[in-house]
């Protein structure tokens, strides 16, 4: 009988906790990443009475916690793509953002600016028309800078983003670790306690959260540690010990931090193996769209810039002065790696806008020679010296290379400033040069008819562009000399030399180009001389209209509009793409979520099942204690 | 499979969260009338319509354009009607004055008259245009192109300008040339009387000669001729057609008139013993030392014969005159009724890029606003459905 009781009452604290675990999982149905907790009943040995045995009630074996190994890491996995791709996401769409304002733009100011230049060519001398061209030109450089300046400010904020999630994944670590600890004491034991289970999810919790910002490996080690790696297999936390992660200025290149990962020994930049999580998306952000878009805005100002001044140089101003520089820009950032030892200068200029790709370089020596190399691996390179020039895709490196040690690199970010500064060089609208530099002439008192061409420029630098050329007809007019060396169809002739006459043919001297035609008479006079006065000659201004149809990128095919096209449809395919994979990436997510939840989650309709079936049985069990009760009762009275 | 209670409320938010995204994109793209707001909703087509709106730019410019060469075309065209109004005048007066009877009176109002038209000749020359540029002195249109001078005794107009002429850029392909120089227009007029006079290169004094005309058509023997001086104030006139002289030994004065064979000339400045100075037959001259040579027939001193010979050529040189100005607003004419179809074409291409335009970017409303009206539906039945999904539990039925 006593046994009764006892049975009885093992029965009720079994119950009782059993109650208690259903109300703890009723309790935690919206607690994040919490495991239901299964009881485990198992019956007590029982007790030999002669040749049977007795039962001997029930007691709670385990509180087992639901789990599965597997389930539990790809849910990891995937969130860890899926915070990549939600944050690169967000990123683009920032940059989608500053370019969305159709008015807001490039585009429209470009076209402005273009307007303004033919009005100029429409009106050479027209002073209004020559402020506003100048005019147009300052608000094109200054949305170009605006731009830049909102690329700029998201660049900032990447940094500091970047910043933060480096603390945060500290932070996460150092949290992991002291779970480690606390599991070591909650296990004394050596049984799962109903609180190592809730460590246990706790510790889960922060691995997802750790999982969100960089992508990681967990092992198991004994009593339930665990170790995390990240990146190419550093170790963050080994059981107890915990190895912190820092950003510090990149090596080659002080405006860029890099991840540094601070071991037992040494520093590692890692930044190049963390692929993962918002730091995985943070960096591929950085590396990729960000700079491509920079690069792209700053490629095509310095185009601009380059093709307009190369064209004004070509012509000539209201003074009578041949043309200068209209914008200014910045030469491209070259920065020398901190590690270098030797005492080389690296400074570089664009010399050809239009083979100018959206790639940084980095140049080292090798101890012989100079080698560069673009982000998408093209190499060149160029034996050592002071100065050695290295010329390629559209740069000009000089290189000072007296003192140079090998394993000297220097990083070169041509066009990513190009937008930054870019501004009218000129101040005083009398020198846009509208004109070319010079002038045909045929002389009124020909007796025969002669057409000259009025005259292209070949080459603006050479020294006598702006000389008088005078060519006369011999008798008879077959023939005819000039004061200067000239070249004719190809063929050089000296001064006062007899040069044959035909019709259409080509006359090249002293950086000029014309052609004559017609059928002159002996004596007959034409001259090439300098258009000093010309101040209505406006073809050099429709060859500065003309630049808005010409190819001068890419080898020239793209013109400046195409362009800045590109980079719109550039950042609005990868925002778009970048959505597309994220809703994808969501979609695997929320399956993988589910099939966990499936097996862990609590489901409130299974504890209120639970929770009559425990109810009933502990009430059947008091029942038993109250008929022990009577039976003992009766035995008493049946003795009195 | 087993449901967690949590699955089922994350369903269902999830649910909503697409919907309700979907709705605000619909929502936008109604209210703002336009598809593409950012260039990920569309980046092919973000392109692309920048491109198009280049374009449209572009062509506006070139519309722009054609107004400025129409503009000049039409002044160049007004002075040259002026200046076949004057021509024609200036045959009535040859007509009249070509009348034995005038007596000196007469013709020196003839004389008056014409001196005035031949000013008002220069002034159009002179002309401007809306910016205060001269329009015939072709590239150097801020230096007055004709001015009168005197070489000796011998008035003459000067051109300052020089053969440049302006183009506009009407089409992508095509420039338009819109002036033509003063040089064009007043000068290289074919002429049977014209003559060339040059100095010698090998001439060592200062000797400069005046432009020759004809005074006296009806003595005037074409051919070369050179003023040879044989001493410092003595030269000869030598004919080097026939080989002799034809005055020899005349005195000569700076700024003198030196006339010979119906030639009329003037030398100023010293030149030296051995100074050659030509004048041979040319082949064309300028419509101003035409009229000046009416004029000064006119103002009296000239026989009948001469008078006669002189109007004669003087016909001669309106004639070819006013086929110039008739050829070049010939030529006019055609290039503005070219620019006016050029214009048409350029509207016509300009309302197709803009169409384009408008196809790519702008909503189509009645597509947006039933997809509106389908997805609003998909919402209030997720809604409902949540609602009524999470109103069963087993704890509804517990006592």
């Known amino acids: 009988m006593p046994d009764m009781l006892n049975t009885a009452v093992s029965g009720l604290l079994t119950f009782q906790r059993a109650l208690s675990t259903t109300s703890h999982n009723i309790s935690n149905v919206n607690t994040e990443g919490y495991s239901r907790q299964n009881v485990e009943i198992a019956t007590n040995t029982p007790t030999s009475l002669g040749d049977s045995f007795y039962g001997n009630g029930s007691h709670i074996d385990a509180i087992a916690r639901s789990y599965d190994q597997f389930l539990t890491k790809e849910v990891r996995d995937t969130t860890s793509v899926h915070s990549r791709l939600e944050k690169f996401g967000e990123l683009t769409a920032h940059l989608d953002d500053v370019l969305a304002d159709p008015q807001g733009g490039v585009a429209p100011i470009l076209q402005e600016f273009f307007v303004a230049v033919q009005d100029v060519a429409d009106d050479p001398t027209s002073s209004t028309a020559r402020i506003a061209m100048m005019d147009m030109g300052d608000t094109l450089a200054s949305r170009f800078q605006s731009i830049d300046n909102r690329f700029q400010e998201l660049s900032e904020n990447t940094a500091a983003e970047i910043r933060r999630v480096v603390d945060e994944i500290n932070d996460l670590v150092l949290a992991i670790r002291d779970v480690n600890i606390a599991l070591t004491n909650a296990n004394a034991g050596g049984n799962i306690t109903q609180q190592s289970s809730d460590l246990l999810d706790k510790r889960d919790l922060l691995l997802n959260q750790l999982a969100e910002r960089v992508d990681i490996s967990v092992v198991n080690e004994q009593e339930n540690h665990i170790s995390i790696f990240i990146g190419n297999g550093q170790t963050v936390l080994s059981d107890t010990v915990a190895f912190p992660l820092s950003t510090q200025a990149s090596i080659g290149d002080p405006t860029r931090d890099s991840i540094a990962y601070n071991g037992l020994i040494t520093v590692t930049d890692i930044s190049s193996n963390l692929t993962g999580g918002e730091l995985g998306g943070l960096l591929e952000f950085r590396r990729t769209a960000l700079q491509t878009a920079r690069n792209s805005l700053g490629r095509t100002a310095i185009a601009l810039a380059e093709t307009m001044n190369a064209q004004m140089r070509d012509g000539m101003d209201l003074n009578g002065n041949l043309g200068q520089d209209f914008f200014t820009y910045r030469a491209p950032e070259v920065y020398a790696f901190t590690t270098n030892t030797g005492t080389a200068t690296v400074s570089g200029a664009i010399s050809d806008a239009t083979t100018l790709t959206l790639d940084n370089y980095v140049v080292d020596f090798d101890g012989a020679n100079w080698n560069i190399t673009s982000d998408s691996g093209t190499t060149a390179s160029v034996p050592n010296g002071a100065p050695a020039t290295l010329v390629f895709e559209g740069l000009t490196l000089t290189i000072n290379g007296a003192g140079a040690n090998p394993g000297d690199r220097f990083t070169i970010k041509p066009t990513l400033e190009g937008s930054s500064i870019l501004q009218v060089a000129i101040t005083d609208p009398r020198e846009i040069a509208a004109a070319l530099p010079i002038r045909t002439q045929t002389s009124l008192s020909n007796l025969g008819q002669i057409e000259v061409s009025p005259g292209i420029v070949t080459d603006v630098t050479d020294p006598n562009l702006l000389n008088t050329v005078t060519f006369t007809f011999d008798s008879p007019a077959t023939s005819f000399t000039s004061n200067s060396d000239v070249v004719v169809g190809g063929v050089p002739y000296l001064a006062g030399a007899s040069i044959p006459f035909s019709n259409n043919m080509v006359i090249d001297a002293n950086g000029w180009q014309t052609s004559i035609s017609g059928t002159p008479q002996p004596g007959d006079v034409f001259t090439v001389e300098s258009n000093v006065g010309g101040v209505g000659d406006n073809r050099n201004a429709l060859n500065l209209a003309n630049l808005q149809h010409l190819g001068v990128l890419d080898g020239g095919i793209a013109t400046i509009q195409e362009d800045y096209g590109r980079l719109v449809g550039y950042v609005g395919s990868i925002t778009r793409a970048a959505g597309i994979e994220r809703d994808a990436q969501e979609s695997l997510l929320v399956q993988a979520i589910d099939r966990k939840d499936s097996r862990v989650g609590v489901n409130l309709d299974e504890e209120a099942a639970d929770m009559i079936r425990y109810q009933q049985a502990y009430e059947a069990t008091a029942r038993i204690i109250s008929t022990v009760q009577t039976m003992f009762e009766t035995l008493l009275n049946s003795v009195r | ?399």
């Open chain 2, 1 to 399: 499979m087993r449901i967690s209670t949590v699955q089922t409320y994350r369903q269902g938010i999830e649910a909503f969260g697409k919907q309700q995204t979907k709705l605000s994109v619909l929502q936008q793209q109604i209210s703002t009338g336009v598809k593409i707001n950012k260039p990920s909703d569309d980046p092919a087509a973000s392109s692309r319509i920048l491109e198009l709106q280049e374009a449209v730019s572009i062509q506006e410019q070139y519309q722009v354009n054609i107004e400025a060469a129409d503009t000049r075309l039409q002044i160049q065209e007004a002075s040259l009607a002026a200046l076949g109004n004057i021509s024609h005048r200036l045959k009535e007066l040859a007509i009249q004055g070509n009348n034995s009877t005038l007596d000196i009176t007469a013709s020196g109002a003839i004389a008056v008259e014409v001196e005035e038209i031949l000013k008002e000749m220069i002034a159009i020359g002179n002309v401007r245009d809306a910016n205060g540029d001269f329009m015939f002195a072709g590239y150097q249109n801020k230096t007055q192109p004709f001015a009168a001078i005197s070489t000796g005794s011998i008035s003459h107009i000067v051109y300052n300008g020089d053969d440049g002429q302006r183009s506009i850029q009407v089409s992508e392909t095509r420039q338009m040339v819109v002036d033509n120089p003063g040089s064009e227009v007043f000068y290289r007029l074919p002429s049977a009387i014209a003559l060339n006079e040059l100095a010698s290169i090998a001439n060592t004094g200062t000797g400069v000669v005046a432009p020759a005309k004809v005074l006296d058509a009806s003595i005037y023997v074409p051919g070369d001729y050179e003023i040879r001086f044989t001493a410092p104030g003595i030269y000869d006139v030598f004919d080097v057609t026939n080989g002799a002289n034809i005055v020899t030994g005349a005195t000569y004065v700076d700024s003198n008139n030196i006339d010979f064979q119906g030639i009329r000339t003037s030398i100023t400045g010293t030149p030296a013993a051995g100074d050659v100075f030509t004048v041979s037959q040319g082949q064309y001259k300028d419509i101003f030392e035409s009229v000046q040579v009416f004029a000064d027939t006119m103002r009296g001193g000239t026989s009948a014969v001469q008078r006669d010979a002189n109007i004669g050529e003087f016909l001669t040189d309106l004639d070819a005159f006013l086929t110039r100005t008739l050829e070049l607003r010939t030529s006019i004419g055609g290039r503005m009724n070219s620019l006016e179809s050029q214009k048409e074409s350029n509207d016509g291409n300009i309302l197709v890029k803009k169409t384009t335009i408008s196809n790519l970017r702008d909503t189509d409303l009645a597509q947006a606003i039933s997809k509106l009206t389908l997805e609003q539906a998909t919402l209030d039945a997720a809604q409902a459905v949540f609602a009524r999904i999470t109103k069963s539990s087993l704890f509804n039925f517990l006592r």
